[in-house]
């Protein structure tokens, strides 16, 4: 059976590589920073379980220490210059787009595949992680694709997967490491205490303001943890089910499924959910690492507008 | 007695990334006050990051892909998402965005999340389309423009993920609610509570829809 663990093994190998790749790359001073980085994370993916759980901790103080003291490098020198890729692009056309491709489509018609056909009783994949498996497939199926077809240099998946891995940097693992802190803080009763403030603030009498109070919650939460799941079970234990649901009425499924989405627009306007608002500003090469949140707030905010409408509406007027 | 102390290392959070401290050296620090005011002995903290970290590798994994983008972006991939919006007529930023934004919404709510998303389609695909498409209309781009046309081909990503997956019954988010109204006594099934993130996803696609065609105007204005 295919499971997530030889999926860490492809991965571990894959971060493997960005480290070969940092030291292949003589024009960055600190390469050796960047490759033990990659090092430790490939590390994390391969023998994380057999690490236990102190020797998890040193390992990420170490990830912390090289990316804290600005030891890695980011110099990510381009092997083609634009007008060698003009000229490729050129050539290939539209094929191009092709190899691309092949990573959504195995996931998607595979997943497809997989959960309507007897494949999903031949205990091949795991069955809860089937997209994912299926991700790495279609990585794999992609760079033979290109091998093939492209015949670039024999080191080029790792020299070019090493590239964009140092533009990006230490980004990579800091949503890893905000899950991280996550479980520190509920381990430190963070949500509790959280709960108990929000619960003694709360009003008798107006249920638009407890709505109100419920809404703006999920978002001051979710933006302080970057993830509106940590959020919901307090918010839900301190407002949503003592207040809305038990004493007022309102209708159960409105006030989780709404609460939950009036906290994602938290999740749009902070730097806390980190994977999908300063990663993507490392990705694009963007000067302001807080430019996607600083774009996301003007459609954060009549989005959670219309979200505590829908909340009072749907669940206390119809 | 509720212990309150453990609340500072928020504020510590909050005030490291404001004072643009490296991201990873705050939440390390962070993570290590509040596991100490919360009473909790060093090694002890040292153990639940660690372990933390351990269970979620899930979240860094998606970067395997950058093997295959770097590779295709050195055969130009970018180039070639260029030239195929600017040979389109009638391509605009807005109207590229939003027909992203819809394929995103739609997809996410058949549980297909990870076959977009900011490293598999967004950095190679979605933006280039858009700076190419946002040329179209006004010429070169100052710095300012690409960086925003950039941010918003970002920002579409993610609100098409947030505001379509919930749609999906099988998604996490759903199964945590159900969970979580569970434990208080309530019984609902994964559709009933899929069923009402369908107005938010309206909401959130004409806004943001709103929003880009905003954009369009904005460009369009300043190039005459």
Not at chain 1, 181 to 188: N, R
Not at chain 2, 12 to 24: C, D, S, T
Not at chain 2, 200 to 212: D, E, H
Request: aromatic content about 10%.
């Amino acid at each position: 059976m295919i499971t997530m663990q030889l999926l860490y093994v492809l991965a571990g190998a894959i971060f493997a590589s960005f480290g070969v790749a940092s030291i292949r790359n003589s024009e960055n001073p600190k390469r050796w920073a960047n490759a033990a980085f990659w090092s430790l994370l490939a590390a994390s993916f391969w023998f994380g379980d057999l690490l236990g759980d102190i020797g998890n901790g040193a390992l990420v103080l170490a990830l912390v220490g090289l990316a804290g003291l600005h030891l890695l490098g980011r110099d990510a020198k381009e092997s083609t210059t634009v007008e060698e890729r003009q000229r490729f692009s050129e050539r290939y056309g539209s094929k191009l787009f092709l190899p691309a491709l092949i990573i959504p489509f195995t996931a998607f018609l595979g997943t497809l595949l997989f959960n309507y056909t007897p494949l999903k009783d031949s205990g091949l994949i795991e069955p809860k992680s089937v997209t994912l498996v299926l991700l790495g497939v279609g990585v794999i199926i992609a760079l033979v694709v290109c091998y093939l077809w492209l015949r670039p240099p024999a080191m080029s998946a790792v020299d070019e997967g090493g590239r964009l891995a140092n533009a990006i940097g230490w980004a990579i693992v800091l949503p890893q490491m905000l899950a991280a802190l996550g479980a520190v803080f509920a381990a430190a009763g963070i949500g509790d205490t959280i709960g108990h403030v929000a619960g003694a603030i709360i009003p008798q009498g107006s249920i638009f303001f407890a709505v109100l109070l419920y809404a703006l919650g999920m978002v001051a939460f979710t933006m302080i943890m970057g993830n509106a799941f940590a959020a919901f079970p307090v918010m839900t234990a301190a407002i949503g089910f003592p207040i809305l649901i038990q004493q007022d009425g309102g209708r159960a499924a409105v006030i989780g499924a709404v609460g939950m989405l009036a906290g994602y627009c938290g999740t749009l306007m902070t730097p806390m959910a980190a994977n999908f608002n300063i990663v993507p500003a490392a990705l694009l090469e963007l000067k302001n690492q807080y430019g996607v949140v600083k774009v996301q707030v003007a459609t954060a905010i009549p989005l959670l507008i219309c979200n505590i409408l829908i909340l009072y509406i749907a669940g206390f007027r119809l | 007695m509720t212990n309150y102390w453990p609340l500072l290392g928020i504020a510590l959070v909050v005030l490291g990334f404001a004072l643009r401290f490296n991201p990873l050296l705050v939440v390390a620090v962070a993570a290590i006050v509040t596991g100490l005011l919360g009473h909790m002995p060093f090694l002890k903290v040292l153990g639940v990051l660690g372990h933390g970290f351990n269970e979620n590798r899930i979240v860094t994994l998606i970067y395997i892909v950058l093997p295959v983008i770097g590779l295709l972006e050195r055969y130009g991939l970018q180039q070639q998402a260029r030239s195929l919006i600017s040979r389109m007529r009638g391509a605009t930023v807005g109207r590229v965005l939003i027909l992203y934004l819809a394929f995103r919404q739609i997809f996410a709510a058949l549980g297909l999340t990870s076959v977009a998303g900011q490293a598999q389609t967004v950095r190679p695909l979605v933006a280039p389309m858009a700076l190419a498409a946002a040329e179209k209309e006004h010429g070169a781009l100052d710095e300012d423009t690409a960086e925003h046309v950039k941010a918003m081909s970002a920002a579409t990503d993610n609100v098409g993920l947030f505001y379509g997956e919930d749609i999906f019954i099988a998604i996490s988010s759903i199964l945590l609610i159900q969970g979580a109204l569970k434990a208080f006594g309530i019984e609902l099934t994964p559709f009933e509570l899929s069923v009402w993130a369908i107005p938010s996803a309206i909401c959130a696609f004409l806004i943001q829809s709103t929003r880009l065609l905003l954009l369009d105007r904005q460009l369009k204005r300043r190039s005459q």
